[in-house]
């Protein structure tokens, strides 16, 4: 990797947002570092609709072939899996937001990470809870460059961005529309595009959980937010 291009370090709520989202972009960093947050089995057997419809019998099913599916997506960009022990909440309660950030941040640290993209959180529970828990360590670690990104098929919802983006304000994080570099590699657009969709189709399970036609949004211009600390609004 060059050694002016940044080290990349995505927060994945679940596995395939990472690569949903940001697909383009991994494919164009090599050796990016992709942590799903929740990433392990529940305890005890149980079924969830999700996983019916995704074609599991069981959720212990669902996270061996779901591993499985973001081990093949993650080799096919060159991206590294980091996997945190952490349930969905359709499985277990939700651990705290202190946890989640103490966790990630220790994570964080043990990487060469100077670059590192959080997902907005824009509508599904678990999302929400690691962007909370991004916020609260960004100020910590606010030497390092922080961007957003807008979940694919969430942000489609209308008003849900403009409504992320004036949360940050009033959290004194300002988000300026920008692009994590890519200097240093000399992929062009269209095989990152390729490259994208050939990962995407890893997911074969959450592909069918959506259903043909539900899911375009992932293959369209991925969006992102450079996120600085400033000044909180007062209220």
């Known amino acids: 990797m060059s050694e002016?291009?940044?080290?990349?370090?995505?927060?994945?709520p679940h596995f395939d947002d990472a690569v949903f989202s940001c697909g383009a972009l991994l494919a164009a960093h090599p050796d990016a570092a992709v942590c799903t947050v929740f990433a392990a089995p529940?305890?005890?057997?149980?079924?969830?609709?999700?996983?019916?419809?995704?074609?599991?019998?069981?959720?212990?099913?669902?996270?061996?072939?779901?591993?499985?599916?973001?081990?093949?997506?993650?080799?096919?960009?060159?991206?590294?899996?980091?996997?945190?022990?952490?349930?969905?909440?359709?499985?277990?309660?939700?651990?705290?937001?202190?946890?989640?950030?103490?966790?990630?941040?220790?994570?964080?640290?043990?990487?060469?990470?100077?670059?590192?993209?959080?997902?907005?959180?824009?509508?599904?529970?678990?999302?929400?809870?690691?962007?909370e828990a991004c916020?609260?360590?960004?100020?910590?670690?606010?030497?390092?460059?922080?961007?957003?990104?807008?979940?694919?098929?969430?942000?489609?919802?209308?008003?849900v961005v403009q409504a992320r983006l004036a949360d940050l304000a009033q959290r004194g994080i300002v988000a300026t529309p920008a692009h994590p570099s890519a200097a240093g590699h000399t992929i062009d657009l269209q095989r990152r595009a390729q490259l994208k969709r050939e990962a995407v189709n890893a997911y074969e399970s959450q592909l069918r959980a959506f259903g043909a036609g539900n899911y375009d949004d992932i293959f369209a211009t991925e969006r992102y937010w450079q996120l600085s600390v400033g000044r909180r609004v007062k209220k």
């Open 4 to 12: 002016t291009s940044p080290r990349l370090f995505i927060v994945s």
């Open 42 to 131: 529940p305890e005890q057997p149980m079924h969830t609709e999700w996983d019916k419809k995704s074609g599991f019998t069981d959720a212990q099913q669902a996270i061996h072939e779901r591993t499985r599916e973001d081990n093949r997506a993650l080799e096919v960009l060159d991206a590294i899996p980091l996997r945190m022990p952490f349930r969905d909440s359709q499985y277990s309660d939700s651990p705290s937001i202190s946890k989640l950030a103490a966790a990630l941040e220790e994570t964080i640290y043990r990487t060469t990470a100077n670059t590192l993209l959080m997902p907005l959180g824009l509508y599904h529970d678990d999302h929400v809870r690691v962007f």
């Open 135 to 159: 916020c609260e360590i960004l100020p910590r670690l606010s030497h390092l460059t922080w961007f957003g990104y807008e979940e694919a098929i969430h942000r489609r919802t209308p008003g």
